[in-house]
């Protein structure tokens, strides 16, 4: 037996999301090191890669926002169930390092009082699971009604979302992140703050996004 097959041959895990055994068999899951999640559930969470334009910026969407990553993601950030924030990024953890490497990542914040609830901000640890150092450029203050649509919704954020790091230097390549992209009025705030740093890039990454959003874009 090979020093490789071998290696395989031990990677014998519990699935975070089935909590059923697993073995690592691939070299593409023995690279990426231990990622929590089996191949089967891998597949459950529909990962579409999806690159897309958001106000003439190119963004990335690892998964569609369908039923299944909805029901996970409120489990994790509603039910508070932090083991599962390495489920969803962890099995491309180095093919998102390598590609945003030299990017200053920056999340999008969400409600402070939501964070104290749950002990930890969901966006900032799916991203920190995978290796990835946050830059918190920006921050959401006050009570921020989560219903409101179109314009209402986007007066309604620019009351709230501030930048509050203007460090950055004006020529760095800046990534937004965040866990759940619908109706694209939080983004649209925080490039509008980003810009004014006069950054050399902006690009987009996002767990999950609504393919209906993605079709009219384009
Ligand atoms: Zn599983």
Redesign the pocket.
């Known amino acids: 037996m090979t020093k490789l097959s071998l290696l395989l041959k031990e990677q014998t895990h519990i699935?975070?999301?089935?909590?059923?055994t697993?073995e690592e068999k691939s070299l593409h899951s023995l690279l990426n090191g231990y990622t929590c999640?089996?191949d089967?559930?891998i597949k459950r969470y529909n990962p579409i890669f999806k690159e897309f334009t958001f106000e003439s910026l190119h963004g990335l969407a690892i998964y569609e926002y369908i039923d299944y990553i909805k029901e996970k993601l409120f489990q994790f950030k509603g039910c508070f169930d932090y083991e599962l924030c390495n489920t969803f990024l962890g099995p491309y953890k180095n093919e998102l390092l390598f590609r945003y490497h030299g990017y200053i990542v920056v999340p999008i914040p969400s409600n402070k009082d939501d964070d104290l609830k749950r002990g930890f901000n969901h966006v900032e640890t799916i991203f920190q699971s995978v290796g990835f150092k946050l830059t918190k450029a920006l921050e959401k203050k006050g009570d921020f009604k989560q219903a409101l649509h179109g314009s209402k919704e986007r007066r309604e954020i620019s009351k709230h979302l501030f930048l509050i790091n203007n460090k950055i230097r004006s020529n760095a390549k800046i990534l937004l992140v965040d866990d759940v992209i619908t109706t694209g009025a939080t983004m649209h705030k925080a490039i509008e703050l980003i810009k004014t740093l006069k950054p050399n890039k902006i690009e987009i990454l996002i767990m999950s996004k609504t393919m209906l959003e993605i079709r009219k874009k384009k």
């Open positions: 699935c975070k999301v089935c909590f059923k697993y999640i089996c089967k559930c």
